[in-house]
């Protein structure tokens, strides 16, 4: 039985949510934990997928046993988190799922407080935005798997969040903190951990940039950004995978039935960049519908069209709102190398949907006045009156108003 656990998480979950002080984040938050721990109880030994969750409880078990499991770096990383579990909670995997709901619940309080600094001028709280992180379909799904996704989205969540933080209060000490939060990352996902340091390394220039007064125009971020990009690619070809690996990963991708862009291998790294942007709009945007044959096609297809209504909505509200630079720049660094690193291996719409849950938590970050628009919308027409809204914060919104037909 897995009530130990259950118990526990609940009661870090109510003293974490009573410390955060939000009244309707403790209500959204509750009702968000038991539906992770129903869909990790009932629903998920009862479907016909396994995932690899096989491979993460073997790993859990050869530790609690003192026997070393030959399996990959990540694999081993969060086996080894989950065998810590194991040694105070049962050892079954259903203990590492009650835990991923409660990392899920928590992903709202980072993402929170990056949409508040990259919009400063928004309310402090945006209900839409909290029903979106913590109740989206496929991610909720996801979370409530015994893997490695909440874990990995929550530290890069929290990741960002922090270096936010830090560029914009100068705290040494909390960036300190951002080490060891940043090698947990990198065990986990190294490609993660890879794509954060670029964001971060892209925000400190344009921080630099403003710091030491000089014009923040397009040609000098430009610049930055290339000169970024040149050393995130070397990164990339030198610590995560060199030409030969990249092209075995992208055979061992492209097997199972949600396969796209099969066959395809690399002559050169120029072929690689050449790909690299058509591929990222495979990453993000499939399965197409050609692509469904399943119910669990027609499952994952239904998130198409979610993503291409945040991803527009992102858009516009970068282009129609005041923003952050820094956390604007962090933002759309960090999705454009993530999306570009794994649309250039990943040829699984299975397997990608589930690694870009984190781009989705980001596009509903910066689409947040959209969002906010939308909310406005919906209470008017149930004529439900924002009462947190002061009169500052109407003001605000009528200079910051969207066009009502977004």
Known sequence: M?????????????LITKWYGNHLYQLAALPAFFGHLFVSIVV??????????GQFHTVASGIVSGNLVSASS??????????????????????????????AVLVYIPAAYLYRSLYPWMTEHNYGIMALILYLPLP???????????????????????????????????????????????LLRPELGLIGLI?????????LIRTLKLELSIPSL?????GIGAIGFGLFAEVLYSFESVNEELAYRAKGGAVYLDGMQYNSWFDFLLAAPGRALYFLF???????????????????????????????????????????????????TGS???????????????????????????????????????????????????????????????????
């Open 2 to 14: 897995v009530a130990t656990a259950v118990l526990v998480t609940l009661f870090l979950l109510l």
């Open 74 to 103: 990540t694999v081993t990383a969060y086996g080894t988190v989950q065998g810590l579990l194991y040694v105070f909670f049962p050892s079954q995997p259903t203990t590492a799922a009650v835990f991923n709901g409660f990392f």
């Open 286 to 336: 499939t399965p197409f519908p050609l692509h469904v044959e399943s119910i669990f096609h027609l499952l994952t297809f239904t998130a198409t069209p979610i993503v291409i209504v945040l991803f527009v909505s992102a858009v516009r509200s970068l282009y129609e709102c005041e923003f952050d630079e820094r956390i604007a720049v962090l933002l759309v660094v960090v999705f454009l």
């Open 199 to 207: 964001g971060f390394g892209a925000a400190g220039s344009v921080d």
């Open 222 to 226: 430009a610049i930055v950004l290339s």
């Open 140 to 186: 909720f799904l996801f979370f409530s798997l015994p893997m490695r996704d909440a874990l990995s989205v929550f530290s890069f969540i929290s990741f960002l969040a922090l270096a936010v933080y830090v560029l914009r209060e100068r705290d040494i000490a909390v960036g300190l903190t951002i080490l060891p939060l940043w090698g947990m990352i990198f």
């Open 44 to 53: 998920v030994p009862r479907l016909p997928y396994t995932w690899d969750i």
């Open 340 to 406: 570009a690193g794994y649309g250039a291996i990943n040829s699984n719409f299975g397997t990608g949907v589930r690694h870009r849950v984190i781009f989705e938590f980001i596009l509903i970050i910066v689409a947040a006045p959209v969002i906010d628009r939308w909310e406005l919308l919906v209470r008017q027409w149930l004529g439900v009156v924002p009462c947190n809204r002061s009169e500052h914060d109407e003001k605000q919104r009528e200079t910051q108003e969207l066009d009502g037909h977004v």
